[in-house]
């Protein structure tokens, strides 16, 4: 069974950083290509960014490139998400995703087969 699990969420002002990191349980860490989404309340669910199983390529929403910076660690099966410079627009549930597909970085959440719960990023002004 594999499950997906989000940590690090939580409140900041405007202006801060948070760290949000997944892990994968049921599949080889390593083979495994991951992104983040994000649903704000009465939004739909966006692409935010993702990274291949290798780690060598990423894609980001346009509007959290230069702020936001996907990586991963296969050896201590980490994936997170820094996000810097948050804005009140930011706050959102964020949720992990990951698929075993051909190693790329995937914009679409319907290529994503498995999705953590999510957590709660709230930026304050």
């Known amino acids: 069974q594999v499950q997906v699990k989000e940590s690090g969420g939580g409140l900041v002002q405007a202006g801060g950083s948070l760290t949000l990191s997944c892990t994968v349980s049921?599949?080889?860490?390593?083979?495994?290509?991951m992104g983040w989404f994000r649903q704000a309340q009465g939004k739909e669910r966006e692409f935010v960014a993702a990274i291949s199983a290798t780690g060598r390529a990423t894609q980001y929403l346009d509007s959290v490139k230069g702020r936001f910076t996907i990586s991963r660690d296969n050896a201590k099966t980490t994936m997170s998400l820094q996000m810097n410079s948050l804005a009140v627009e930011d706050t959102a549930v964020y949720y992990c995703?990951?698929?075993?597909?051909?190693?790329?970085?995937?914009?679409?959440?319907?290529?994503?087969?498995?999705w953590g719960q999510g957590t709660q990023v709230t930026i304050s002004s």
């Open positions: 049921g599949r080889t860490f390593a083979t495994v290509n």
């Open positions: 995703a990951a698929n075993n597909y051909p190693s790329g970085a995937y914009r679409s959440s319907s290529d994503y087969v498995y």
